[in-house]
């Protein structure tokens, strides 16, 4: 195997682990370096006193066939868990009061989430022609355009809380909701595109997000990085900082920390799978022009407080996913999830946990508060929403200083600059949660686009 080509992976987060383990199978040596002791970037799981806290992701939607493709090759499927069917209800806070999500035409006509004025609002939305740029229009302005204002304000807001700890203002609608702005660029609109593509779906027997299984495994979210590199065995390297790349005659030099002394790689390639913040300092020489993009990419601040009650304490009925916060409900906090209900296992029957999310584009300005009072403030608030009477029997923090990429307005011209730089530098591509979705379940689909084409490019 002398000509096995070689690929030095940077980042052992679920990009990073899942592209390298890709290559590997179709016969590339994928070397990957990570710079932190443990794998995993932003998914890690912790049990601690009998509790089990993902201080990331809570989860994953099954979206892509690659998630099964690891369970059955990983030997998984004792780990793997499908979450609670409760876990589909899911609830929005209006006037002091959880208000489940409508699933169903009859329960959206009954729900009081929304006033009758913003229901009947929605049977103009196949009347409204198709909107400029997406690229440029912000979710908050398509929504309002095409559903009206108040819609924007108790589902949208709230949702891209949940998913981005985004603000719906800076989002651009073509970049972060792609699915959704296609509805109606090929569609002419929602509501006759969701009908038309639930359709089509069918057809091809695909799984649009919306009814996408959530999953996780016994053990937590970090059971599949953790499970990945122990299938790459030593080709994973962490407490390998990279600070530099050097271009050679054929491939590149990977100059990394290992334990305080500098140690170097000679491989074919390079792929990036670190935040576009970190990527910057590596990137930068090849291309001055990169930089700004790089830096352009906001990544705010989100602080998870996980919560263990007794369950006796706790009048709030516990049976959905948990509940996100509209920011016209003026509290201090974006929502929480209702952990132990979603999958078993999490606590005792006895008990129940809770994960809250601080801060996000909406309130990044958190970081500046006393955390204590922080924290005492959001505990009354969501011990009154959910009618707990009594001290919590644990509780934990966990401090994400750059949590998530935002694809505000204008991403697209990042985008397309990190296109352009790989053509101009065969051998460098550019990937991870900055590109291609921040999903767990897009950050493992888009490894797979990226395996095939970094092999292709490798191959040619
Ligand atoms: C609080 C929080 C909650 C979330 N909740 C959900 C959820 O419920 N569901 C969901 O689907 N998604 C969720 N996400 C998003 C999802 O977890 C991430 O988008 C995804 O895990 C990112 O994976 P990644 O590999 O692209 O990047 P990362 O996980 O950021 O991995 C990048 C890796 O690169 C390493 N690195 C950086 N610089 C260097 C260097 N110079 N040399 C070597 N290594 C380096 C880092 O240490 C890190 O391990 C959440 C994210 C956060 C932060």
């Not at 006037?95 to 329960?107: E, G, I, R, T």
């Not at 500098?262 to 990169?290: E, H, R």
């Not at 996913?321 to 509290?331: A, N, R």
């Not at 909406?362 to 009618?387: D, I, S, Y």
Request: net charge positive; glycine share 8%; hydrophobic share 40%.
């Amino acid at each position: 195997m002398a000509d096995k080509k070689r690929i030095v992976v940077i980042g052992a987060g679920i990009s990073g682990l899942t592209t390298a383990y890709l290559l590997y199978k179709k016969g590339v040596e994928a070397v990957v370096l990570e710079k932190n002791e443990v794998v995993g970037g932003s998914i890690e799981s912790i049990s601690e006193n009998g509790f089990l806290f993902d201080r990331g992701p809570n989860s994953a939607l099954e979206t892509t066939p690659v998630i099964s493709y690891l369970v059955d090759e990983l030997n998984l499927k004792e780990e793997f868990l499908y979450a609670n069917k409760k876990g589909n209800k899911r609830y929005i806070l209006r006037d002091n009061k959880l208000h489940a999500l409508p699933m169903s035409p009859p329960a959206f006509f009954k729900t009081k989430l929304f006033s009758a004025k913003a229901k009947l609002r929605l049977f103009a939305e196949p009347f409204i022609g198709r909107s400029d740029n997406g690229y440029y229009q912000s979710i908050a302005e398509f929504v309002t355009c095409r559903l009206g204002e108040e819609f924007l304000d108790y589902a949208i807001n709230p949702f891209v809380a949940g998913v981005y700890a985004g603000k719906p203002e800076e989002l651009s609608v073509k970049s972060a909701f792609p699915k959704l702005y296609a509805l109606e660029e090929k569609y002419g609109g929602l509501i006759v595109g969701t009908i038309r593509s639930i359709r089509e779906r069918k057809r091809r027997a695909e799984v649009s997000k919306q009814s996408a299984k959530m999953i996780s495994f016994k053990e937590g979210m970090q059971t599949l990085p953790f499970a990945i590199t122990n299938a790459l065995g030593q080709k994973v390297i962490t407490s390998a900082e990279v600070k530099s790349i050097e271009k050679e005659e054929t491939g590149y030099k990977v100059i990394f920390n290992f334990k305080g002394s500098l140690k170097s790689i000679k491989c074919d390639a390079v792929l990036s799978t670190i935040p576009s913040y970190a990527a910057d300092n590596l990137f930068s020489k090849f291309d001055s022009g990169v930089k700004k993009h790089f830096d352009a990419i906001y990544y705010p601040p989100v602080l998870v407080y996980y919560l263990v009650y007794k369950r006796e304490n706790i009048k709030q009925e516990l049976d959905g996913f948990g509940f996100l916060i509209p920011s016209k409900e003026k509290k201090s906090f974006l929502g929480a999830i209702w952990s132990s209900v979603i999958f078993p296992g999490r606590t005792d029957d006895d008990k129940a946990a809770f994960t809250i999310f601080i801060g996000g584009a909406r309130n990044p300005e958190f970081v500046n508060e006393n955390r204590e009072e922080l924290l005492k403030r959001v505990r009354k608030e969501f011990e009154e929403l959910m009618k707990i009477n009594n001290d919590p029997i644990y509780s934990a923090e966990r401090f994400w200083e750059k949590a998530i990429p935002q694809y505000n307005l204008g991403y697209i011209e990042h985008e397309n600059y990190f296109d352009e730089f790989e053509k101009k530098n065969p051998g460098l591509f550019l990937s991870g949660n900055y590109r291609g979705g921040i999903s767990v379940g897009d950050c493992i689909k888009n490894a797979e686009i990226v395996a095939n084409k970094v092999f292709g490019k490798m191959n040619n």
